[in-house]
Every structure is written in structure tokens, then in C-alpha cells.
């Protein structure tokens, strides 16, 4: 029970710091609009190089931490309801109720820098804190096409799909998770 109500606070306090970037973003930016300029005279060039100036100084998008790290995750609740009739006046009847916090999954996402990302995946399932996933990827330019995932990954073999409740033992079998490198 513990370990439930730690997960659901490290889910709570992921999406906080998740919606934070939305409240902190600079709303002084001038429009648009405004910073079209007419060019003719001296006034106005000196006007756009002070503009050009500001423009060098500022922060680009992507700078800051939160710009380059997306948090999100799985919540899977099980519940279940049965009830016996035994159709005998003399036999009780059951009835029974249960609800169940099956798997907590947190997904951090990070660029770390350009061409090299990162994936952390924390996972709870069946009273059990672990990390499921941990990769880094390191991606090629346009000259140079390659890339290079190594770390804790499932291997891509096969295609999983599967709309059960459990997972079918086809997927138990198939799927490997183990530390790779993938080129």
C-alpha cells in the first residue's frame, strides 16, 4: 500500500513539474507585428541593429531544461465484481469486490544534447519498484546517417499487439529485455 501511494504522489508531482513550464513562460515578448520595420534612414537602421542585438541575447527555445525533457506515464487500475446465486433460500448468497493498482508506468524523455537522447522508464507492478527501460540513442547527421541505441531495451523483433487483459504467452516468450545495442 505504501508503495501505491508512493508511485501515485511520484505521478502527481511529475505532471506539477510538467504544467510548470506553461506557467513560467515570458509573456513580455513583442509581437510580431511590432518588430517590422520600414527600412530608410539612419534612425531606423540603428533602431534594427538594437533590435538584431536583443534578438542575439536572448534565450533560444530549447535552452532551458524543460524544453528538452517530457515526463508522461501509465496508470492501469484492475477491478473486478462477482456474485454467486446459489438459488437455495438456505445458502447465502457471495458477492464479491476488487479493485486492483496493477502497473504505474513513468516515462522520462530527455535531449540530452544535439543527436543524443535519453529514456528512463520506472515501472510498478506487483509490489515492485523497477526500471523497465533505460537507453541512450545517439542519432547521425545528414552527412553521416547512422544511429546507435544502447542500454536496457526490449529488442525489436516481432510486432506485439495485443488487446488482452494479460499478455498472451506468444508475447512473454517473444519479448526480451535485456541490456543491447541496436545499429
Known sequence: ?????????????????????????????????????????????EKRIKQLEEAIDREVEGD?????????????????????????????????????LATVELVVDAKIVKHVDGHVLFKYEEDDVFVDEGFITLTGTEAFPAYLIAGRQYIPFGYFDSHFISDPTTLVLGETNEGAVVA
Open 1 to 45: 500500500m505504501k508503495k501505491m501511494i508512493l508511485c501515485v504522489l511520484c505521478m502527481m508531482l511529475s505532471c506539477a513539474i510538467a504544467v510548470t513550464p506553461v506557467m513560467a513562460q515570458d509573456s513580455t515578448t513583442p509581437s510580431h507585428a511590432a518588430t517590422v520595420q520600414k527600412a530608410g534612414g539612419v534612425k531606423s537602421l
Open 64 to 100: 532551458k531544461w524543460y524544453d528538452r525533457l517530457q515526463i508522461s506515464g501509465l496508470i492501469e487500475v484492475e477491478a473486478a465484481h462477482e456474485k454467486i446465486d446459489y438459488k437455495d433460500p438456505a445458502t447465502p448468497d457471495e458477492k464479491s469486490d476488487d479493485i486492483d
